[in-house]
């Protein structure tokens, strides 16, 4: 539809009345625009904040700017502060929905709970493939394994004519220069997805963690990580699979627990959804993946961005925004921005969620 049906005005106007106060603590912010000559009112407008991950920064421009066109009463912000920032943010009621590419610890998981007054629960919305991407002017195609991804971003492995890398690609003309590592600066949710990958198969040495642990030179933001990779030769990093696309950059096909070195893609992205639990939780559906299991043709280093909301809590803005990203036509076009869509079970159970907040 173009506009609100009247029962959706009626909602924003009810809730206007009774809980402008609350939402706008909440991040939403409802106001009554009177044309300028005095006549009747246009329909409401309202606006809606929401901040987190940079991941899926990109699904979230493209969410917003065709929710805007179907829906012109209505506005959504997002500021890609990173996951950290968002959940904050959201704690402390400065935005209506957090993204964040993890889960919440217990201790952020019981702040939340106290400001939404019950549950705070996790919906997956995005899946976000994390490149491994890499600026050497001289090797178009690169393979990596997770032992040898390991050796590099703990600093072990130095040159790019190690043997480790030349055993992951035979026969290619590697050069002996210095690779320069690059790495997310403060805590980010993209950093505990790899280093979980890592640990489970490559002999990472450190406990997964929001916070970098091995060798590097740090950058802030996903958008900061492209823009070094683009500009620094004989260098790699991470980052997801939408900036390095958007940005031209060489990404490494990368072994899978199956043996095979795949080339990421959304579609082989999405196989690696196969390898993945799905927790139905008080806190929302919590993903957790088994990297050791082989699933042929999967790339195996992907995250899941959360959308984090109250779940006792009416809020029609909110509902009204996901109920569009986790629809057929939010998750339809996710593809073009270097992401994977949800699969049809886990996008039934969300939507049965956003349905169960109303």
Excluded at 21 to 45: I, K, N
Aim: proline content about 6%; hydrophobic content about 40%; some cysteine.
């Amino acid at each position: 539809m173009a506009r609100l049906t009247w029962t959706a005005k009626s909602v924003l106007v009810t809730v206007l009345v009774l809980v402008a106060g609350a939402a706008a603590a909440a991040g939403a912010v409802f106001l009554s625009m009177s044309s300028e000559d005095g006549s009747a009112p246009e329909p409401v407008v309202a606006w809606l904040r929401g901040s987190g991950s940079t991941a899926q920064k990109g699904a979230m421009d493209a969410w917003i700017g065709e929710f805007h066109r179907i829906h012109p009463e209505l506005r959504v912000t997002y500021e890609p502060n990173g996951s950290d920032r968002g959940i904050e943010d959201f704690i402390a009621g400065r935005s209506a929905f957090a993204g964040s590419d993890v889960p919440m610890t217990p201790e952020e998981q019981a702040h939340a709970d106290r400001h939404c007054g019950g549950p705070a629960e996790h919906l997956p919305m995005v899946v976000s493939p994390v490149a491994v991407a890499y600026n050497v002017a001289t090797v178009p195609a690169l393979r990596l394994s997770p032992a040898t991804l390991t050796g590099i971003f703990t600093g072990r492995i130095t040159k790019w004519n190690a043997r480790e890398i030349a055993a992951d690609n035979p026969g290619e003309g590697l050069p002996g220069t210095r690779i320069h590592v690059f790495h997310r600066s403060g805590q980010s949710g993209t950093t505990q997805n790899l280093t979980e990958f890592l640990r489970a198969t490559g002999g990472w040495p450190h406990q997964p963690s929001r916070t970098w642990t091995g060798a590097g030179q740090g950058v802030t933001s996903s958008s900061g990580m492209t823009q070094v990779l683009q500009h620094t030769g004989d260098s790699i990093g991470y980052v997801e699979y939408g900036f390095a696309s958007s940005a031209l950059l060489n990404t490494a096909d990368v072994r899978n627990a199956a043996g095979q070195f795949v080339t990421l893609s959304p579609e082989s992205a999405s196989k690696a959804l196969q390898g993945a639990t799905v927790a139905n939780l008080p806190n929302g559906l919590v993903l957790s993946f088994d990297h050791r299991r082989a699933v042929p043709g999967a790339y195996p280093i992907v995250q899941v961005t959360y959308e984090i909301i109250c779940a006792g809590r009416a809020d029609p803005l909110v509902r009204t925004f996901l109920d569009y990203t986790a629809g057929d036509a939010g998750q339809s076009y996710l593809a073009l921005y270097g992401y994977a869509p949800l699969p049809h079970d886990l996008l039934a159970q969300v939507r049965g969620r956003l349905g169960a907040t109303s």
